[in-house]
């Protein structure tokens, strides 16, 4: 699947709307559309669909190989996507994995609908995976930047996320999210409701002391 939209959880590929996308809301379906870029991550979070059994080969989200920026810039094209309210670089794995391939396709999709916002969800990886300044990239391509926090420190998040960076990758991650603030218009670090009103207290700090906005978004199975 390349691009998909989202209801209670559950992933649609787009090719079960119309044309125009017009059914989407009449289907319950908020007008955003996700991006699938790829199944490659440098984290192997314990809670991560990636790794359980609800994510398998079966699962269409599932891919063999990376979707490449003409994949998804064609299926794009299938469609009049021009009422969207947002699209959003997601998937099954981390897109900035696979950098090059978001920013083409932010690149189309701004010099087509530039008036569409656009949101990358990250792990916050993207500098020293890339071994560049990617936050700076983001300018004029990417409205809005959303990082899963996780955790209130560098070994809470490590435990989490078995990130390849070990507990470096929390600094990183809160590096990222203070950079992408000078490039990009909102940026909102993530945690969701079920670790613990001390553990919630404890991110909420995290972000204060750096003057991050936190979300605390529902946990959804
Ligand atoms: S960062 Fe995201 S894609 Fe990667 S393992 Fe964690 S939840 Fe899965």
Redesign the pocket.
């Known amino acids: 699947m390349i691009l998909y939209g989202v209801k209670q959880g559950k992933y649609y590929n787009i090719e079960n709307f119309k044309h125009d996308l017009s059914d989407m809301e009449e289907k319950g379906f908020a007008k955003k559309i996700y991006i699938n870029v790829t199944?490659k991550?440098?984290?192997?979070?314990t809670?991560?669909?990636?790794?359980t059994k609800e994510m398998n080969e079966n699962n269409s989200l599932w891919l063999k190989k990376d979707n490449t920026a003409q994949m998804i810039i064609g299926k794009f094209k299938e469609y009049d996507w021009k009422n969207l309210e947002e699209i959003i670089f997601c998937?099954?794995?981390?897109p900035t994995m696979c950098m090059d391939t978001v920013l083409e396709v932010a690149d189309y999709l701004k010099n087509t609908h530039k008036e569409i916002p656009l949101r990358l969800n990250?792990?916050g990886?993207a500098n020293r995976e890339n071994h560049r300044d990617v936050a700076k990239e983001l300018q004029g391509r990417i409205d809005t930047v959303s990082i899963?926090l996780n955790a209130s420190n560098a070994q809470k998040y490590y435990e989490i996320?078995?990130?390849k960076y070990k507990e470096q990758a929390y600094e990183d991650m809160l590096d990222f999210a203070k950079e992408c603030e000078s490039y990009v218009p909102n940026v909102v670090l993530t945690i969701v409701d079920c670790i613990g009103e001390e553990e919630i207290a404890a991110c909420k700090k995290v972000c204060a002391d750096r003057n991050l906005t936190l979300r605390i978004r529902p946990f959804e199975t």
Do not use: K, V
């Open positions: 199944n991550c440098n984290c192997a979070c809670f991560c669909l990636r790794s998937g099954f794995g981390e990250t792990n990886s899963s996320t078995r990130s």
